[in-house]
C-alpha cells in the first residue's frame, strides 16, 4: 500500500519536521487528540514503515518527508496513550528542559577525545 491520501488530515496536522514541534504538539494536545491520531495511524503503521524503507532515512524525498515525521509522531505519542494515559507525566521532569543529544559522545564524559 502507497497511497495514504485518506491520512493525509493526520500528516499535515501530525507530520512535523522537528523533535520540538512534535515536542510541542504533544504537550499541546489533549488525550483525546493524541488518542484520535493514534488509533487512525495505527493501523496503517507497518504499511507506512514499509513504504518509506525504500529509501534511507537521509534520502526519503520531501514528497514524502511528511509521512516520515508522522511515523516518528507515533513514537511521541505512543507513551502518553498507553501507558501514561496523559500527555505528560506528572511527576516527571518538564519535557521542554530535557537536552537533545545527536549521539552518546555528545556528553564531555562521555567522549573520548576530550579526555585526559
Not at 28 to 51: C, N, Q, R, V, W
Amino acid at each position: 500500500m502507497t497511497d495514504f491520501h485518506h491520512l493525509s488530515d493526520y500528516i499535515e496536522s501530525w507530520g512535523l519536521p522537528t523533535r520540538e514541534a512534535r515536542l510541542e504538539k504533544r504537550l499541546g494536545s489533549t488525550l483525546e487528540e493524541l488518542k484520535d491520531f493514534y488509533d487512525a495511524i495505527s493501523p496503517y503503521l507497518g504499511d507506512i514503515i514499509g513504504f518509506l524503507n525504500q529509501w534511507p532515512l537521509d534520502k526519503i524525498p520531501g514528497e514524502h518527508r511528511a509521512l516520515a515525521d508522522t511515523a516518528l509522531m507515533m513514537c511521541e505519542v505512543d507513551n502518553p496513550v498507553n501507558k501514561w494515559r496523559s500527555p505528560t507525566l506528572d511527576d516527571g521532569v518538564e519535557p521542554t528542559r530535557l537536552e537533545v543529544k545527536g549521539n552518546l559522545y555528545d556528553s564531555p564524559q562521555l567522549d573520548a577525545t576530550k579526555r585526559p
